[in-house]
T-cell receptor, first 113, second 112 residues
Framework: NAGVTQTPKFQVLKTGQSMTLQCAQD?????MSWYRQDPGMGLRLIHY???????DQGEVPNGYNVSRSTTEDFPLRLLSAAPSQTSVYFC????????????FGSGTRLTVV | GDSVTQMEGPVTLSEEAFLTINCTYT??????LFWYVQYPGEGLQLLLK?????DKGSNKGFEATYRKETTSFHLEKGSVQVSDSAVYFC???????????FGGGTRLMVKP
């Protein structure tokens, strides 16, 4: 199994550009989420989804959009990139109704100049 | 809301030293508790977990015990190795069962 696959691994954007970070999982997990990791701040939840067609905001949703048209995919869209969005982004997935932890992708390092 | 507090790093130890990384939490009900490890340049990997009070999670020589009375889940290892150098995150998954709440992470550096 591939687990959680994120693309691209690295990206440089100019301020104002838009882009989509891709996330796909092949474990038939209902729950998927996006986190950003900034130095000294741990991981903060951006958006999450509890199933296809259902999404909700996390702690830091501003400037990001998500959709969940299939169980497997959960793309994260940056509408108009800003330097404050320079970060490492992680996608994670899990079964529902379980006390287990999430499986994480390897991350996307985004720099906005 | 739920929150996790863990000791700030970096923690610098010599090889074979004893490790403790403190973690305390605030949550309603009975959350599940986790330790994740992040090696340089990689994503997060689940290190161990505990799902109810007094459970002890263990893996790769690391241990942590779910202490509901003190709302703590401290990570310990009896003898660290250079290969244990990484960032360690304490996290919880609340009764709602949806999301993980993370602590700020603790960087561990082990010197030969």
């Amino acid at each position: 199994n591939a687990g959680v696959t994120q693309t691209p691994k690295f990206q440089v954007l100019k301020t104002g550009q838009s882009m989509t970070l891709q996330c796909a999982q092949d474990m038939n997990h209902e729950y998927m989420s996006w986190y950003r990791q900034d130095p000294g701040m741990g991981l903060r939840l951006i958006h999450y989804s509890v199933g296809a067609g259902i999404t909700d905001q996390g702690e830091v949703p501003n400037g990001y959009n998500v959709s969940r048209s299939t169980t497997e995919d959960f793309p994260l869209r940056l509408l108009s990139a800003a330097p404050s969005q320079t970060s490492v982004y992680f996608c994670a997935s899990s079964y529902s109704n379980t006390p287990d932890g999430y499986t994480f992708g390897s991350g996307t390092r985004l720099t906005v100049v | 809301g739920d929150s996790v507090t863990q000791m700030e790093g970096p923690v610098t130890l010599s090889e074979e030293a004893f490790l403790t990384i403190n973690c305390t939490y605030t949550a309603t009900g009975y959350p599940s508790l986790f330790w994740y490890v992040q090696y340089p340049g990689e994503g997060l990997q689940l290190l161990l977990k505990a799902t109810k009070a007094d459970d002890k999670g263990s893996n790769k020589g690391f241990e942590a015990t779910y202490r509901k009375e003190t709302t703590s889940f401290h990570l310990e290892k009896g003898s660290v190795q250079v290969s244990d150098s990484a960032v360690y995150f304490c996290a919880l998954r609340g009764d709602a069962g949806n999301m993980l709440t993370f602590g700020g992470g603790t960087r561990l550096m082990v010197k030969p």
